[in-house]
């Protein structure tokens, strides 16, 4: 297992529960098989982008994100920012963070020994092709309107003590506030999908099957396809709001008479100057907003 072990493990000590002592049993299933990862905690925002481009220049042969779908967002984007896109090292994926939209759609254990045995061994590979907001990467999924507002307004601290809860806690808040302010989402977009102009009170970009845990906005998207979809909603009222989330809720949003969904290649957001974007469900910059498909790969070993 040579050829294995220079591995490295970023994680994040503050994404979700027990992260400490899942990460500790992940480290005691690789020495088990006689491998000794180096692992390095993240301490503050961005401090995962560095260690990625730095265990790339170093000859990692697998960086193992350890954390949510925030903390793999700063691995790949410390991964492609190392300029060895021709030699990149193995991706891997330990769920231990809030939401896990990559790690769920891959299918990726949750048990740290099945887990170190499998990335050892490389028993399953996928191709995944992350896309580009305004240069930076992400890979699930990206958005403007309300869920960029309540990821803008969800702390670490809140994110730590209330897990998923705390972005309940913020839609809700958010949903209220619309409702005694404007009487609605007060804000629209004009969203360009190559070449063509649309309006709308939210976007959400599906770069992956999967948004906010198990549900669904586009069916088609995947991870492993270098295509990128763009869900437009026709209303900002209340009523509308409530019944986009009851139809997500029950699996059923693109069969809503007011929603729809565009494949894409570019996608330009303009709306007020400074409005939240969120990527891969954290904070991803201010509008405007220019979105393309990737052209770079990463092998995820899982």
Known sequence: MSNHTNIWIIHNPAAGWCTRRRVKKLLTAFASRGIMPIVKPTLHPGHAIA?????????????????GDGTLNEVINGMLASGLTNKLPLLAVFPVGT?????RELNVPSCPDTFAARV??????????PAQANGRYFVAVAGVGIDAYVVNSVSLLKKKLFSRFAYVYETIKTLIKA??????WPHRYTVEIDGHSYHTPALIVAKGHYYAGRFVV?????????????????????????SYIFHLACGRLNQHRQVTVLPANSILIHGPVGQPVQLDGDPGGRLPLLIEVGTVPLTVVY
Request: overall charge positive; charged content about 10%; hydrophobic content about 50%.
């Open 120 to 129: 050892l061994t490389r028993a399953n590979t996928a191709t995944i092709w």
């Open 179 to 184: 409702t005694y302010t404007a009487r609605g």
């Open 218 to 242: 586009a069916n088609q998207a995947r991870l492993t396809d270098q295509q990128l979809y763009a869900v437009l909603f026709a209303s900002g009222t209340i009523r509308s709001l409530a």
């Open 51 to 67: 260690l990625a481009a730095e265990a790339c220049r170093t000859g990692a042969s697998i960086i193992v994100a350890a954390g």
């Open 99 to 103: 939401v896990n939209l990559v790690a």
